[in-house]
């Protein structure tokens, strides 16, 4: 808790030495899922911008389901034609903490099994953000890259029977984002 305060004390202090741009956002699609989410992004020139995004989802749905997890996802933009408005690439990497299992979601291995480990990994980011007065505005952001996941599988959603830990690459999509955004200054 200390490190995000400290992030977010050094980011609102750039923002103030530089005269720069700080907004404030939340993923609606995160919020869709009761997953808990803020972001805070930093102008940091004419065309860069510096992002980054944290969520938590600490909730069980009945009594063997769960979709437990927090994650941390910083990303470097570049504005085509100035930064927080218009078109975005971006380069984004990501941090998670997981303990899934117990729902069909996706399919019956989730259903069956319960997966409890970590992940990390880059990828590549293209977004649109839409000006809607001098405080507000709307972005969507696609992401495409690189997981690397390990993690000890269960056999079921609530026994402690550990299997073989695991490891496993994925490639795909490693961000997706339809957010409301706040202008501090």
């Not at 609606?28 to 969520?55: C, P, Q, R, V």
């Not at 600490?58 to 910083?74: F, I, L, S």
């Not at 989730?110 to 590549?124: E, P, S």
Request: glycine share 12%; proline share 2%; hydrophobic share 40%.
């Amino acid at each position: 808790m200390k490190k995000v305060l400290f992030l977010f004390l050094l980011l609102v202090g750039m923002s103030s030495a530089y005269g720069q741009k700080f907004a404030v956002k939340s993923n609606l699609l995160y919020d869709a899922t009761a997953t808990i989410n803020l972001g805070a992004e930093i102008g940091l020139g004419k065309k860069w911008s510096l992002d980054i995004s944290g969520n938590y989802n600490g909730w069980m749905m009945g009594d063997q389901a769960r979709w437990k997890h927090w994650m941390v996802q910083p990303e470097a933009r570049y504005w085509l034609c100035e930064k927080f408005n218009g078109h975005f690439f971006g380069l984004h990497a990501h941090y998670a903490d997981y303990n899934v299992g117990g729902f069909s979601l996706l399919g019956d291995r989730l259903k069956n099994r319960r997966y409890q480990g970590y992940l990390y990994g880059a990828g590549l980011t293209y977004g649109y953000q839409w000006v809607l007065s001098n405080r507000w505005s709307i972005e969507a952001a696609l992401g495409l890259g690189w997981a690397h996941m390990k993690d000890n599988e269960y056999p079921c959603a609530t026994c402690g029977n550990k299997l073989p830990a695991e490891t496993r690459d994925y490639f795909g999509v490693t961000k997706a984002a339809v957010s409301i955004i706040y202008f501090i200054k």
